[in-house]
């Protein structure tokens, strides 16, 4: 879809070059198409005939607020008629020195962000682990395990189990999931493949076992992990955070991330969806942990060790789809 950016200004105000700067830098960061700019305001009233002009489905509406009351510059963003089938609105405001512009992105959670389907590649290797829930917090001092946990250091992977894995060495569980993906989203040999939070690489080395000539990537924060990773898969990996992807737009053909992204706040989670849905050509998985019930909320509670968002499926697929994510997703859950 070509998207058309509108600016939306004051007649009596001469900063449109200002706002064409900011129009056309944000469309150059997002991949968009800039096409034109153009005044919405007439005397400072929304000017209809000139928004009739242009299809609702190509508008990204970008409205500048200098001088002009708040509720007033929010109409572009909230009124239904004019926004209907946007992609996306932006509020710029300025204070009373103009150099100190601030650019706030309002995701547009309408019928345009239509979300993938849950799809379950792991759930039966979920649940073969034992778990005892409250002896995870019991026998153990829980805040000091999970201090030593979040540095996703030695201790994490390869150490006691009350600090996460308890060994987690490589035992071939993860061929039958790349084995599930290539065959869900058709993947050819020689297409690209990148696993946010890939850990040791381990479903990664199954990848390229299965798909020989596959590029695989693979980005972790854990430098001990990359460090213990596959020998034929580490010179894949790469020390990064998943809220910055150093891949291009649409240049992977499957972005998969299981388990990770629950492991960040609600800020950086947002914009580590975002970099999913960007790099994707249009395959994407996302697998975070999640409850039903109070039973399994308490379980999950009681087990993580690592984990900051805290979510239902429903509030899970409300943050996907408000971030404009249009990839499938899972669910595991402590039973």
């Not at 009233?45 to 609702?56: G, L």
């Not at 009124?79 to 650019?103: C, P, Y």
């Not at 805040?143 to 060495?169: L, M, N, P, S, V």
């Not at 869900?184 to 020689?190: E, H, V, W």
């Amino acid at each position: 879809m070509k998207i058309i950016p509108v600016i939306g200004t004051s007649s009596i105000l001469p900063q449109q070059k200002v706002q064409n700067v900011f129009l056309r830098s944000y469309c150059s960061e997002k991949g968009y198409e800039f096409k034109l700019s153009h005044t919405l305001f007439n005397e400072g009233k929304i000017d209809q005939q000139k928004i009739s002009e242009f299809k609702k489905s190509h508008i990204l509406l970008y409205s500048f607020e200098l001088f002009v009351n708040l509720g007033d510059a929010q109409i572009l963003i909230d009124n239904g008629n004019i926004i209907e089938g946007a992609v996306e609105g932006i509020v710029v405001k300025n204070s009373e020195d103009i150099q100190e512009l601030q650019l706030k992105l309002e995701i547009q959670n309408s019928n345009n962000v239509i979300l993938g389907e849950e799809v379950d590649f792991t759930t039966d290797l979920h649940s073969k682990a034992k778990r005892d829930y409250v002896a995870r917090v019991t026998n153990f001092p829980k805040g000091e395990c999970a201090t030593i946990a979040k540095q996703f250091g030695e201790d994490y992977w390869d150490g006691d189990r009350k600090y996460g894995y308890g060994g987690y060495r490589y035992d071939g569980r993860w061929k039958v999931v790349a084995q599930r993906m290539i065959s869900k989203y058709s993947l050819k040999d020689g297409d690209t493949i990148l696993d946010v939070g890939c850990g040791k690489g381990y479903l990664l080395y199954e990848f390229k076992k299965l798909l020989p000539n596959s590029k695989v990537f693979g980005v972790d924060i854990s430098k001990y992990a990359i460090e213990n990773a596959h020998e034929e898969i580490k010179d894949c990996l790469r020390l990064g955070n998943a809220t910055n992807l150093t891949f291009e737009r649409d240049s992977i053909d499957l972005v998969i991330s299981n388990t990770t992204l629950h492991n960040l706040k609600i800020n950086e989670l947002e914009m580590a969806i975002s970099e999913i849905q960007r790099v994707s050509r249009g395959n994407s998985w996302i697998c975070v942990e999640s409850y039903r019930n109070e039973n399994e909320k308490a379980n999950l509670l009681y087990w993580q060790l690592t984990c900051e968002s805290f979510y239902s499926p429903e509030e899970w697929k409300y943050l996907y789809t408000k971030q404009g994510y249009t990839g499938d997703y899972q669910f595991i859950y402590f039973e």
